[in-house]
């Protein structure tokens, strides 16, 4: 049995509760590395509980491969100055070093939650997407049309 400490963030299994969904939508052609930061943008304070990642193939070439969720990778940043994607000066990383994270890895997972409060006035958060693997010059995937859902409630 697992003990959490006093004021530790914990979340039933259960679907989270939200009025609003906003979502990020984008063409990432397979002949691009990424598609460049696309704002979101809201007029309050807004609290992030949770997002959905999908990818749909959006070209027929016949011979490449049909992107994934797991084809494709994810930049994620509030007000152009808080990263919550690979924050790099907090992580020592092996490989690559990158702020994209595996665009699956941002979809509400059993039993992930999110709570990211943007706080501010006009908060915004930049999202970008970029392939994984594939080498634009000489391409492995399909076009991919990539979306990230938020849902969110004011606060």
């Known amino acids: 049995m697992r003990t959490y400490k006093p004021g530790q963030l ?4 259960h679907a989270p509760v939200t009025p609003y969904t906003w979502e990020v939508q984008a063409n ?15 007029n309050r304070p807004v609290l992030v509980v949770g997002m959905y990642a999908s990818v749909e193939r959006n070209s027929s070439v016949g011979n490449l491969l049909i992107p994934t969720t797991d ?3 994810c930049e994620l940043s509030a007000n152009q100055e808080d990263r919550f994607t690979n924050r790099l000066e907090d992580t020592s990383a ?14 509400v997972q059993v ?7 943007l706080e501010n006035a006009s908060p ?19 076009d991919a049309y990539c ?5 969110c409630v004011y606060i």
């Open 71 to 73: 084809s494709i990778t």
């Open 124 to 142: 915004q958060i930049d999202v970008a997407f970029r392939w994984k693997t594939n080498d634009p010059t000489d391409p492995t995937y399909e």
């Open 10 to 13: 914990v979340a039933a299994l």
């Open 28 to 42: 990432l052609a397979r002949d691009t590395q990424d598609t460049g930061r696309i704002p979101l943008r809201w």
């Open 147 to 151: 979306s990230l859902a938020f849902y």
């Open 94 to 107: 092996t490989g690559l070093v990158s702020s994209f994270v595996t665009l699956e890895a941002l979809s």
């Open 111 to 117: 039993p992930r939650l999110t709570e990211i409060r």
